[in-house]
């Protein structure tokens, strides 16, 4: 993501990364959707998405209410046309599908991770192209994000990108396992290393070594501009 630098739990951007999309360089060129969860500073920098949205004129942003709102409070001289912003209105735990420049969209808005965050519309989203990719963003790993997923993708999750937490705790192992079944999980967010939320890390991993012979295809991504191989498509 895009988000605010000098994050206090979190590493930055990948400063190749966020120079290549602000200034639509090769492979960063060429972008057709930008996918923002909800407007937490380590997912969202309103000022890097609109300077990026303004550069590359064929991107449209599907978000939050709250997110869009944002964007268009700074976009003073109007340069963003309504018809590249989507913020379907959902209320909890609703579904919606459409279609963004030709690409199918799956959003689910759901409980935000933490008791002082349940008011933050937060959205899991699905793509659907070669590869059926979702995106868990903050979700809580509550029994009722879940409920109605299993098999409503029209077919199974290639690639299921999800929060550290998400292999560290049994039940949330479990709901992804049994909701989901993806074949191959990706998990991310991990705390920098170089901060005291780096222990958040350890806990993880050694809850997650316990089971990892037993679960799902998983690979863990710790370090900014690692890379992995993307499931063929059956």
Known sequence: PLTIPENEIYKDTDPLAREGLLASTPPYDGVDLVLITHHHRDHFHAESVLALLKQQPGASLVSTGEVIRRIKALDEEDQISESRLYAP??????????????????????????????????????????????????????????????????????????????????????????????????VVHFPDPEKPAASWTVVAKKSFDRVKANYLPTVLLERLGETIALPSKK
């Not at 599908?97 to 991770?113: P, Q």
């Not at 590869?131 to 963003?137: D, M």
């Not at 550290?164 to 990706?186: G, N, S």
């Open 89 to 186: 209105e959902l209320g909890m735990y609703e579904q919606v599908e459409i279609t963004v420049n030709g690409i199918r969209l799956r959003l689910s808005r759901t409980l935000h991770d933490g008791e002082d965050y349940a008011e933050v519309e937060n959205l899991m989203i699905m793509v659907e192209g070669d590869l059926r990719i979702a995106h868990l963003g903050d979700s809580a790993p509550v029994e009722k994000n879940f409920e109605g997923l299993q098999g409503c993708f029209g077919g199974p999750i290639d690639l299921l990108i999800a929060n550290f937490p998400y292999v560290a705790l049994p039940k949330a192992r479990k709901l992804i396992q049994t909701c989901l079944d993806p074949r191959l999980l990706a």
